[in-house]
T-cell receptor, first 118, second 113 residues
Framework: AQKVTQAQTEISVVEKEDVTLDCVYE???????LFWYKQPPSGELVFLIR??????QNEISGRYSWNFQKSTSSFNFTITASQVVDSAVYFC???????????????FGTGTRLTIIP | DAGVIQSPRHEVTEMGQEVTLRCKPI?????LFWYRQTMMRGLELLIY????????DSGMPEDRFSAKMPNASFSTLKIQPSEPRDSAVYFC???????????FGSGTRLTVV
């Protein structure tokens, strides 16, 4: 069974601090995908990143970076120099391939509510 | 691109009534997903279509729920009869096979009283 654990329910940091959101997953698939989504107070789900299980390189996009460690089944997300606009709920998700269709079925974690204090 | 369009944004209905949620995927996307978000269960996949055909409906909670995709540009999720425990935010998402990430709609907040 697929499972995603985001142990941090809520995090608050002061603006400009760095913050790391943890994500641990469980799967028996050899090929899988990992995602992060942002859900701001307005409620929509904003795609941040997709990473396949064969690519363990860390990724950086502006103030965002992701650390994928297959050995510990973790896919952590770091925001550097946080800003108030980063306040949102962040979801980690595990994508299980759906055979013959080249797509994935997502299992979401419970989310981490991040509050950036001005 | 207008993105994935869902309607209505908010729906309040009385228990026992039929509710229909609508979704227009991004043009050219051939996969469509319906998700439900609740405080208790988080985000869960209800049903998945590929090329307008339902592929996996194992997440549909019970027979009161049904989904259709009559063409590539339109899908509906129907609940009949609705119950208070169906209150949730329902998201539609679309993607193009072999492309990455889904694009989610803004969701429909359903309240059944």
């Amino acid at each position: 069974a697929q499972k995603v654990t985001q142990a941090q329910t809520e995090i608050s940091v002061v603006e400009k601090e760095d913050v790391t959101l943890d994500c641990v997953y469980e799967t028996r698939d050899t090929t899988y995908y990992l995602f992060w989504y942002k859900q701001p107070p307005s409620g929509e789900l904003v795609f941040l990143i997709r990473r396949n299980s064969f690519d363990e390189q860390n990724e950086i996009s502006g103030r965002y970076s992701w650390n994928f460690q297959k050995s510990t089944s973790s896919f952590n997300f770091t925001i550097t120099a946080s800003q108030v606009v980063d306040s949102a709920v962040y979801f980690c998700a595990l994508g299980s391939p759906i055979s013959n269709f080249g797509n994935e079925k997502l299992t979401f974690g419970t989310g981490t509510r991040l509050t950036i204090i001005p | 691109d207008a993105g994935v369009i869902q309607s209505p944004r908010h729906e309040v209905t009385e228990m026992g009534q039929e509710v229909t949620l609508r979704c227009k995927p991004i043009s050219g996307h051939n996969s469509l997903f319906w998700y439900r978000q609740t405080m208790m269960r988080g985000l869960e996949l209800l049903i998945y279509f590929n090329n307008n055909v339902p592929i996996d409906d194992s997440g549909m909670p019970e027979d009161r729920f049904s989904a259709k995709m009559p063409n590539a540009s339109f899908s509906t999720l129907k609940i009949q009869p609705s119950e208070p425990r169906d209150s949730a935010v329902y998201f539609c998402a679309s993607s193009f096979t072999e492309n990455y990430g889904y694009t989610f709609g803004s969701g429909t907040r359903l309240t059944v009283v």
